[in-house]
């Protein structure tokens, strides 16, 4: 089946610092990812739809200068949480759509800011 | 109307059991039903997916049953094993909308 890496599976960085997220599709070309968070023991929320070679598409209520997404070709997309606060800590999910519907997971990145 | 509602919240069942888990729509332009799986600390797996053109899906353990008329489905997962105790999530979404809506998830535990 389709694979979806993220690097790295967990950092932890200082409060003020920025951090970068990657999401690959590694067997199949991805035109849309999308990035969602997830709080402990609740849903998946979206954040933004990435197209690639397009801006990002966020979510109402999220703030697009303080996630920045990049798709920047095919199998990668990015995305930087900028000058972290401690309400940033959280698990973020990637995922890439593979024909009309199905889409699948990367196996998430832990962020824990201190 | 994006909303997909799932139920139970959590659900025991012992080893070799039943585990029926219910999801309900609004929307009736979603076409297309998957159910994921995801253990702690990793992202979800797709397990099995519907469209609403056929009423009943099976995978192995895994089968989706469809209403349409109702706009419900609902996940039955026969000869539950200790091994699928996992989050459980229904989503929903339609081929002009790239989006997919997920349920609120149910924790499923098999005891032994």
């Known amino acids: 089946g389709a694979v979806v890496s993220q690097h790295p599976s967990w950092v932890i960085c200082k409060s003020g610092t920025s951090v970068k997220i990657e999401c690959r599709s590694l067997?199949?070309?991805?035109?849309?990812m999308f990035w969602y968070r997830q709080f402990p023991k609740q849903s998946l929320m979206l954040m933004a739809t990435?197209?690639?070679?397009?801006?990002?598409?966020?979510e109402q209520g999220v703030e697009k200068d303080k996630f920045l997404i990049n798709h920047a070709s095919l199998t990668l997309s990015t995305l930087t949480v900028t000058s972290a606060h401690p309400e940033d800590s959280s698990f973020y999910i990637c995922?890439?759509?593979?024909?009309?519907?199905?889409?699948?997971f990367g196996p998430g990145t832990r962020l824990t800011v201190t | 109307q994006q909303q997909v509602k799932q139920s139970p919240q959590s659900l025991i069942v012992q080893k070799g059991g039943i585990s029926i888990i219910n999801c309900a729509y609004e929307?009736?332009?979603?076409?297309?039903f998957p159910w994921y799986q995801q253990f702690p600390g990793k992202g979800p797996a797709l397990l099995i997916a519907?469209?609403?053109?056929?009423s009943e899906k099976k995978e192995g353990r895994f089968t989706i049953s469809f209403n349409k008329s109702a706009k419900q489905f609902s996940l039955h997962i026969m000869d539950s094993q200790p091994g699928d105790s996992a989050t459980y999530f229904c989503?929903?979404?339609?081929?002009?909308?790239?989006?997919?809506?997920f349920g609120t998830g149910t924790k499923l535990q098999v005891i032994p």
């Open positions: 995922s890439a759509r593979a024909g009309i519907h199905e889409q699948y």
């Open positions: 067997d199949f070309q991805a035109t849309t």
């Open positions: 989503a929903a979404s339609w081929g002009g909308y790239q989006k997919v809506t």
């Open positions: 990435s197209n690639e070679g397009s801006k990002a598409t966020y």
């Open positions: 929307n009736t332009a979603f076409d297309y």
């Open positions: 519907i469209r609403p053109d056929v």
